[in-house]
């Protein structure tokens, strides 16, 4: 079955950065996008990025374009995002989730992970 | 990009039927038919009950169903159950931007 686990998460500064895992299992990791949307408390998601199955193309939502940066491991079925210049609007649980589509891009979440807090305070 | 518009709430009793709206733009959810839904149980991560505006994924019960007219999608529940109290999501591709926009959210209560 589809398994998607973050971890990373956690209490940061801001200005600061962090890094985010998902390690994923129960499919071929190298033929499907994969999206990362965040929930801040309370919130409703906002969708952040995504990446093609091959990595070569990557889309950011505009509140996080130029901070944030996502990428994969194909040969380790692991999706990164890496946060840079962190604000306290980023405090959020950040979920990765599978495109539904493979060898296509943005057709929507399918699978997704349980999530990983991060808080953004000094 | 804004995201789509939800109604905050939608309520029924046991064994109703509820219809939940989502609004957008030419450039989303009226332009192509990558709308999805999902529902969110509270401290859950969410899980996707309708993509490509009408498809059930397989295990989703038949008592969830979508449509769209023009810029406006709509996830339909019959039969409200106590188990379908939680919060429901719309979310599409988009030309903008950001390519993709998940809307408001809905918390549906079964009373």
């Known amino acids: 079955q589809v398994q998607l686990v973050e971890s990373g998460g956690g209490v940061v500064q801001p200005g600061r950065s962090l890094r985010l895992s998902c390690a994923a299992s129960?499919?071929?990791?190298?033929?499907?996008?994969m999206h990362w949307v965040r929930q801040a408390p309370g919130e409703g998601l906002e969708w952040v990025a995504v990446i093609s199955y091959y990595g070569n193309d990557k889309y950011y939502a505009d509140s996080v374009r130029g901070r944030f940066t996502i990428s994969r491991d194909n040969s380790k079925n692991t999706l990164f995002l890496q946060m840079n210049s962190l604000r306290p609007e980023d405090t959020a649980v950040y979920f990765c989730a599978r495109d539904r589509t493979p060898y296509d891009i943005l057709t929507g979440p399918d699978y997704w992970g349980q999530g990983t807090l991060v808080t953004v305070s000094s | 990009q804004s995201a789509l518009t939800q109604p905050a709430s939608v309520s029924g009793s046991a064994g109703q039927s509820i219809t939940i709206s989502c609004t957008g733009t030419s450039s989303d959810v009226g332009g192509q038919n990558y709308v999805s839904w999902h529902q969110q149980h509270p401290g859950t991560a969410p899980k996707v009950m309708i993509y490509?505006?009408?498809n059930r994924p397989s295990g989703v019960s038949n008592r969830f169903s979508g449509s769209k007219s023009g810029n406006t999608a709509s996830l339909t529940i019959s039969g409200l159950q106590p188990e379908d109290e939680a919060d429901y999501y719309c979310s599409s591709y988009t030309s903008n931007s950001t390519p993709y926009v998940f809307g408001t959210g809905t918390k549906v209560t079964v009373l």
């Open positions: 129960g499919f071929t990791f190298s033929t499907y996008a």
């Open positions: 490509e505006v009408t």
